[in-house]
């Protein structure tokens, strides 16, 4: 199968307290698997706008952007899709979340948890990589 050209979409690790916000995708690449909110970019979008947009549209979760974590490839050749993979930290401002756009479930969990739901070691990477630069020890 032919790869597509490198598509760039922005993930956010979006922290409330202790936990880590999760989606479970509705669509491929990896569906029905837990992830971050994210997606791709929007001609003319700048990368904190795509982030916040995607976060508001696959949760109804508002959030102020923290820095950026990590720039992933994400090369799924059994979908065709190369996507690369700008991930932000963030901090939860507003909104209890629900599922929308393309995710079929949404919830904050604690950070530990999140790693042990997710199933692609970059995504778990990011997660722990963002709460030791972000999180404040308690």
Do not use: K, N
Not at 45 to 51: D, F, N, P, Q, S
Not at 63 to 79: R, S
Not at 93 to 98: L, S, T
């Amino acid at each position: 199968m032919t790869l597509s050209a490198p598509v760039p979409a922005v993930g956010v690790i979006c922290f409330r307290g202790a936990e880590v916000l999760l989606i479970r995708r509705g669509r491929e690449p990896r569906r029905g698997q837990w992830s971050l909110p994210g997606g791709r970019v929007e001609p003319g979008e700048r990368l904190e706008e795509t982030g916040l947009r995607e976060l508001r549209e696959e949760t109804g979760v508002e959030a102020e952007l923290l820095g950026l974590v990590d720039v992933v490839d994400g090369v799924f050749p059994e979908h065709g899709r190369h996507y690369v993979l700008i991930d932000y930290a963030a901090r939860w401002v507003a909104g209890e979340p629900v599922a929308g756009d393309d995710a079929s479930e949404a919830e904050f969990v604690p950070v530990e948890e999140a790693c042990a739901r997710v199933d692609w070691d970059e995504t778990r990477r990011v997660i722990r990589l963002a709460a030791a630069r972000f999180l404040t020890p308690m």
